[in-house]
């Protein structure tokens, strides 16, 4: 399609006549039929089912159908995160709701607890608080539903999920003699190096 001028645009969108592009219909469709599959603890939980109730009301942001499982990110639950990760078709997306998701939060000195998701799947919206609020959780959904509305489908900067050299699927983490191994994916983490 070639390009259209805006004021050409606007004068046919007054006219009633609305003129687009199949990256653009594309993309509002995706944005705005994300289906959350929720996986955490249970207060962040508690806020996310206070974001979904009438006060707050996620599906205005077409978010309303959630996939409930809240429990703790802990060592033994990761591989089962992982796996539900690749089991999803992509596009795919994870918003790391509160602190245990993102670094292992109060309890992170725990020998059990995961220091935090993204060191197994990618991570695109981080939302720090114990627990965050339902605003929050709203703010990280329209902030990831810009970053969908983003996406190119063609070309160089086209979105990952499309590129064939980008990973879909990872490792699911097995129990070693003293920790899940692979520490981490990769593809994904990258521990930052220490200068002494």
């Known amino acids: ?95 790391a709701m509160g602190a245990c998701a993102i670094s292992g939060g109060p309890f992170k000195q725990g020998y059990n607890v995961l220091k935090g998701i993204d060191r197994y799947i990618p991570v695109d919206v981080y939302i720090p608080g114990c627990p965050p609020r339902p605003e929050a959780l709203l703010h990280a959904f329209m902030e990831l539903q810009r970053k969908i509305d983003d996406q190119k489908l063609t070309g160089t900067d086209k979105a990952k999920f499309l590129k064939p050299d980008q990973p879909s699927e990872f490792p699911v983490p097995k129990f070693g003699e003293h920790d899940l191994e692979p520490s981490a994916n990769a593809h994904v983490f990258q521990p930052p190096v220490i200068e002494r």
């Open 1 to 95: 399609m070639s390009q259209i001028d805006e004021q050409l645009r606007t004068e046919l969108q007054r006219q009633g006549v609305w003129v687009t592009s199949m990256q653009d219909l594309y993309n509002w469709g995706r944005k705005n039929s994300i289906w959350p599959l929720q996986f955490g603890l249970a207060c962040c939980a508690i806020e996310m089912i206070a974001t979904a109730a009438s006060r707050y009301d996620i599906a205005r942001f077409g978010g309303e159908v959630f996939r409930p499982s809240p429990r703790t990110v802990t060592k033994k639950m990761a591989p089962q995160i992982v796996r539900l990760y690749n089991q999803m078709a992509d596009p795919k997306y994870v918003i």
